[in-house]
């Protein structure tokens, strides 16, 4: 089947274009091609542009926008945003969750600290909150990170109820969260990507509340402005224009998924030896993950792509090195078999059905060729 009749369920990893960002994208490409830092009229009208995108991603996360800035990606807004923190401090070490995505693991791997901690989580994946901000205390820590829900089993964070000692500064990774579900209120540093959102590939957005002690750990220019040299200014407007849009949706949409994920957590969970991890009610809308035994996740995958349904297995972060997803190792839940379904905005509950009937098919069809 091409990947033109795919029902693509893996918007977690990347999600195709908003209309919105479709639309203002086109518009700002003869636009927004001039160097913001310039006088002339190219300049000025990149610029304001640029601007622009700055106000609306900032009201959309609560935010001035003199405390937004746009990166490369998501994962350089984290390594930026976390480094940033710990270099201002002078204090390297980082306490984060044990489900942390990949990037925050990184940016800890990269600066070595005997103050780094990795905190447990729960069977449902929830970061104990005592023991991040008992590690938080200890001598050497610089920041502190805490995504607001988890890429890979959908669990929302308890963020507002973690309790910081003075100093030590909390920085969130929204990647995940963003468009589906109200974000934390409560953070210093905050993190997203607009390819997770229905905005263009290549936006990342770092904001840090000002006050917050922050510097870039990189070559360039300090601030905000423009990390990482030459802004994308059509994109960043484009991403503006989808995450106001997912705003504006996001309760019917989330309400709808929501009921859309239930049928398929039970469709899953019906099958023999499958567990389907994550909270089942404090989670994202559109996102769930089970694990079968005696089945490969790959298999499972190859398979229900052979019947049109585009899924993901594994870590993103770890895919690719068919290494186990240390999300589901640290819930203690099976590490292989496991398959991520997160839908789109207009997934239908047809589809949803046709996935689910093709699902048992596959899993069983697998076992039996096996002699399960």
């Known amino acids: 089947m091409s990947s033109t009749s795919e029902v693509y369920l893996d918007s977690a990893s990347s999600t195709p274009l908003h209309p919105a960002a479709r639309d203002t994208l086109l518009a700002a490409l003869d636009r927004g091609y001039g160097d913001p830092r310039r006088l002339h009229a190219a300049g000025r009208d990149a610029r304001l542009l640029l601007d622009n995108a700055r106000a609306v991603v900032a009201e959309c996360l609560g935010a001035r926008p003199d405390e937004v800035g746009f990166t490369a990606s998501g994962t350089d807004a984290v390594h930026r945003g976390l480094l940033g923190l710990t270099a201002a401090s002078g204090r390297d070490g980082i306490v984060h969750g044990a489900v942390e995505h990949s990037a925050v693991l990184h940016a800890a791997a990269w600066r070595p600290s005997p103050a780094h901690a990795s905190i447990p989580v729960d069977a449902l994946g929830h970061v104990d909150l005592a023991a ?45 969260a ?130 049109g349904f585009g899924v993901a297995s594994g870590s993103a972060c770890t895919a690719s090195t068919l290494e186990p997803s240390h999300v589901l190792a640290a819930m203690g839940a099976l590490t292989h078999g496991n398959v991520r379904v997160s839908l789109g905005r207009d997934t239908t509950a047809a589809q949803v059905e046709a996935f689910c009937a093709a699902l048992a098919d596959e899993v069983g069809r697998i076992r039996a060729e096996a002699g399960l």
Do not use: M
């Not at 995504?147 to 973690?162: F, H, I, K």
């Open 178 to 307: 963003v468009g589906h579900v109200p974000l934390p209120r409560r953070w210093d540093a905050l993190t997203a990507s607009a390819h997770k959102w229905g905005g263009p590939a290549g936006v990342g957005v770092l904001a840090v509340r000002r006050g917050t002690r922050w510097t870039n750990p990189f070559p360039g220019d300090d601030g905000l402005d423009q990390l990482g040299g030459f802004p994308d200014v059509p994109a960043a407007l484009a991403a503006a224009a989808a995450l106001q849009a997912v705003l504006a949706e996001r309760e019917e949409v989330a309400a709808r998924q929501h009921a859309l994920v239930d049928r398929i957590r039970a469709a899953a969970a019906a099958l023999p030896d499958t567990e389907v991890v994550g909270d089942p009610v404090a989670r994202l809308p559109h996102l769930v993950t089970f694990s079968c035994l005696y089945v490969g996740g790959d298999e499972i995958v190859s398979a229900l792509a052979r019947r």
């Open 132 to 176: 991040l901000a008992g590690a938080a205390r200890l001598p050497g820590v610089g920041a502190v990170a805490l995504q607001a829900a988890n890429q890979e089993v959908g669990t929302v964070q308890r963020v507002a109820g973690l309790d910081l000692p003075a100093g030590v500064p909390l920085l969130v990774d929204a990647a995940a």
